[in-house]
Nanobody, 115 residues
Framework: QVQLVESGGGLVQPGGSLRLSCAASGINFSIYTMGWYRQAPGKQRELVATITSGHSTNYGDAVKGRFTISRDNAKNTVYLQMNSLKPEDTAVYYC?????????WGQGTQITVSS
């Protein structure tokens, strides 16, 4: 059974930084693309970043240049380093992977950017 468990959310001031972690189990982690998505109240879920098994990365336009996705295959963990946070980054952040055509999501972690 695939499980994705996010951690590292919280409240941060504008301009601050946070790092999210997502620990995966039940999959051969190293061969799968992993992603981060977010959903703000009243908005659709949107792409934040993805990282392939070969460590190629892709970012949503809203976070390019501020967020960095990375992975540690030895720890079955994907990270999201978020810098220069803005109030509009406030959302629930979800870890994601797709296996055999099925989407798997973590439970989500709340990020609130506010002074």
């Amino acid at each position: 059974q695939v499980q994705l468990v996010e951690s590292g959310g919280g409240l941060v001031q504008p301009g601050g930084s946070l790092r999210l972690s997502c620990a995966a189990s039940g999959i051969n982690f190293s061969i799968y693309t992993m992603g981060w998505y977010r959903q703000a109240p009243g908005k659709q879920r949107e792409l934040v970043a993805t990282i392939t098994s070969g460590h190629s990365t892709n970012y949503g336009d809203a976070v390019k240049g501020r967020f960095t996705i990375s992975r540690d295959n030895a720890k079955n963990t994907v990270y999201l380093q978020m810098n220069s946070l803005k109030p509009e980054d406030t959302a629930v952040y979800y870890c994601n992977t797709v296996r055999w055509g099925n989407n798997y999501w973590g439970q989500g972690t709340q990020i609130t950017v506010s002074s």
